[in-house]
């Protein structure tokens, strides 16, 4: 290999043994995920690999105790489930995955409500109808800050038991051919 360098060869994923070009093909995958904005790099939005992670970790936060983290990914769990069923609804999506709206870059507390409007104005929404109340509205993102002690039990169950509901309605898109 350090022959092929000092003579000029530019290596291709085919020089290298099967897991560099793996990892090479990763990284380079990775690479066009990212985008700039500002002179920074920000990576795209994927609403539903996000939902999924973050509905696995807030679950195994919830059985180890861990109350203030959990309830914070339930929240962007459901936040990121509603934008991809939202997509599919109505909702114009930026070049990065972000929402077009300025009004739709919203998080739990606020996308239940914005979620119903795509819904309501979809032929494919009559079956994907979420519960009236929304219950996000004592959720923050902002409570990411607070002691851990001060997020109670009750409050963490009811936003598990919406993300969950949001869960449902993805594996039910999912299944459909919707998303």
Known sequence: MASRRATGHNPRLHDYPTHFSFRIRRTLQTIRVWSTRDGQRHMNADFLDAHQRHMIDAE????ASRLGNADQLYGFAAECGLKKLMHHFGMVIRQDGAPQEYDDRVHANRVWD?????????????NYALPNLNPFLDWDAS??????????L?????????????????RKALLEGLI
């Open 60 to 63: 195994s936060l919830f059985l």
């Open 114 to 126: 914005r979620y119903d409007t795509y819904r309501a104005s979809s032929v494919n929404g009559a």
């Open 143 to 152: 409570q990411r800050y607070a002691n851990g002690g001060d997020v109670l």
């Open 154 to 170: 009750p409050s963490v169950e009811a936003h598990r038991t919406a993300a969950g509901a949001v869960a449902a309605l993805v």
